[in-house]
Nanobody, 125 residues
Framework: QLQFVESGGGLVQPGSSLRLSCAASGATWDYYAVGWFRQALGKEREGVVC????????YRTNSVKGRFTISRDNGKSTVYLQMNSLKPEDTAVYYCGGRGFYCSPYVFPTEYDYWGQGTQVTVSS
């Protein structure tokens, strides 16, 4: 069974950058699409962006386009989320989620089967 461990979160000032990592284990990595999701306090979990097993990407949240970039290193079984120009509204717990082969068209959390424990990102001055 696929398992994820997220890391790289922290407290940063607006305009700063962070790179989150999602390390996978427990299954054949190449078969899975992996998405990044976030959940702000008091809100539902939302999809941010997904990358499939052929490096195709699907963005769910328009507010991050041009600021966030997803990538994967199959040799390290790791997916990254590079976050630039961070804003206070990006504050949330960030999770990675996996599903077979392809990203879902709208990156809904209910369409992903495997989850990590999350990493907190706080953007505040």
């Amino acid at each position: 069974q696929l398992q994820f461990v997220e890391s790289g979160g922290g407290l940063v000032q607006p305009g700063s950058s962070l790179r989150l990592s999602c390390a996978a284990s427990g299954a054949t990595w190449d078969y899975y699409a992996v998405g990044w999701f976030r959940q702000a306090l008091g809100k539902e979990r939302e999809g941010v962006v997904c990358i499939d097993n052929s490096n195709g990407t699907t963005y769910r949240t328009n507010s991050v386009k041009g600021r966030f970039t997803i990538s994967r290193d199959n040799g390290k079984s790791t997916v990254y989320l590079q976050m630039n120009s961070l804003k206070p509204e990006d504050t949330a717990v960030y999770y990675c989620g996996g599903r077979g082969f392809y990203c879902s068209p709208y990156v809904f959390p209910t369409e992903y089967d495997y989850w990590g424990q999350g990493t907190q990102v706080t953007v505040s001055s």
